[in-house]
């Protein structure tokens, strides 16, 4: 079976990271052939083509990208990337198009319509973008179910004129001319996708993104706080994000006032391990803390090393759908505890593997922390509990099946 992988990143992200696991596991359990096209492109490996090939042609489609999102226009030209696209799909001539992210200024969605002419296509959702009219998420606003213009047009990827009824219109036409099939890896994003108006008549299937057990797993804690150099002998969390903004959707802004609540209510120092890009502003004004930067981490087994080192895993997220990262911690054996947010209590069950806490409630997950610290049969119970959950939920093996069974039907068919 020949596989074409469609995603801004190859390796840079968590809907990059789920599909090139994805594409991992078919090709080493099931010898598919796989090639990958891509906006940008971050690894060496020859089967990944990029849309766009040199700085000129790159600062040309950005500008037109940007033109066009002011006057609402998101997505539909990009002189360079659609021909690179379509070019590549004609070339590979592949079974089945694995479709990931389309947003992030170089895919065109009525792309859609002509390269499932070539073959089927199998959209992985990594949020909501595909079914409202252009944010990725909108925090609790449900117009997208009426198809009608709703009040999230500066959330990502943004846009300057609210069309955002019309883009509805539009994605649906498409949709349907599209031989098009769609996968959520949360519940709680197929339970939205299947109340779109833009999916009517489309099969939509949920599986679980699933990781390697043996690459994820748990890294005695002494060795692991050795080999990083953090104290051996002081509790530690552990926090991760693409970005470390202040803004970012993954918590920056929530980790800082998580932070200043737990400094105040602590007298014993905390060592807290950071991964991910940029940095938290303000975190060297708080005395009981010790902040360990790791920068991003797309190295599998040295962020296994971190999240095994730590007690606690904290992940205070504004949107999420099935985050990589609660996965890998609860497979290392750390449990966590993280707001109840998207498909985050699909990981982590509350009492069981780690802490759910309503959004957005900073005292009781502090409080959460603070339990977790001090009480270390509550540590092994949920450490023992996390590796559990992440062998009979999480297996990349049981995810590859899936996967590899739907392909199957849809060819089949």
């Known amino acids: 079976m020949k596989i074409v992988y469609i995603n801004k990143y190859d390796l840079y992200g968590g809907a990059a990271i789920a599909a090139w696991r994805l594409h991992e596991s078919l090709r080493n359990i099931f010898n598919t052939d796989n090639s990958f096209i891509v906006r940008e492109k971050k690894s060496h490996h020859e089967n990944v083509y990029k849309t766009i090939n040199g700085q000129y042609k790159s600062f040309i489609e950005r500008k037109t990208n940007k033109l066009l999102d002011i006057f609402g226009l998101q997505y539909q030209y990009f002189p360079f990337s659609s021909k690179a696209i379509i070019d590549n799909i004609n070339r590979l001539q592949p079974d089945i198009i694995s479709l990931h992210n389309t947003h992030g200024g170089y895919f065109k969605t009525s792309l859609l319509s002509k390269l499932s002419q070539v073959a089927p296509i199998v959209w992985t959702l990594h949020d909501m973008w595909s079914f409202t009219g252009n944010a990725a998420h909108t925090f609790g606003d449900d117009s997208w179910k009426r198809m009608e213009k709703c009040n999230n047009k500066s959330i990502y990827p943004a846009i300057g004129i609210n069309t955002g009824k019309w883009l509805l219109r539009q994605k649906k036409k498409i949709y349907q001319k599209s031989n098009l099939s769609i996968v959520t890896p949360s519940r709680w ?6 109340q779109s108006p833009v999916f009517h008549g489309k099969k939509i299937f949920h599986i679980l993104n699933g990781i ?9 804690k002494k060795t692991a706080r050795e080999v990083l150099g953090l104290p051996v002998k002081h ?7 693409a970005s ?4 970012s959707w993954k918590g920056g802004g929530e980790l800082i006032k998580l932070i200043s609540v737990l400094n105040n209510k602590t007298k014993l120092p905390i060592s807290i391990i950071l991964l991910g890009e940029g940095d938290v502003k303000k975190i060297d004004n708080f005395s009981n803390l010790r902040f360990y930067r790791m920068g991003y981490v797309s190295n ?14 904290i992940y205070p997220t504004k949107a999420d759908n099935l985050p990589n990262v609660l996965v890998e911690s609860i497979a290392c054996g750390t449990p966590c505890v993280t707001f109840d947010i998207g498909g985050c ?3 982590i069950i509350d009492g069981e593997n780690g802490f759910v806490i309503p959004p957005f409630d900073i005292e009781l997950f502090v409080k959460r922390i603070m339990q977790v610290l001090a009480d270390k049969y509550l540590q092994k119970v949920l450490t023992t509990n996390s590796r559990k959950i992440a062998e009979n939920k999480f297996s990349i093996k049981t995810m590859a099946d899936k996967y590899y069974q739907l392909f199957c039907g849809i060819l089949n068919k």
Do not use: Q, T, V, W
């Open 189 to 194: 994003l197929y339970e939205l996708a299947s």
């Open 212 to 220: 390697d057990l043996d690459l994820y797993s748990p890294i005695n």
């Open 235 to 241: 509790p530690a969390l552990c926090f991760s994000a």
């Open 244 to 247: 470390l903004n202040d803004g």
């Open 300 to 313: 599998d087994r040295f962020m296994a090393l971190c999240l095994s080192a730590a007690d606690l895993f």
């Open 345 to 347: 209590k699909e990981i």
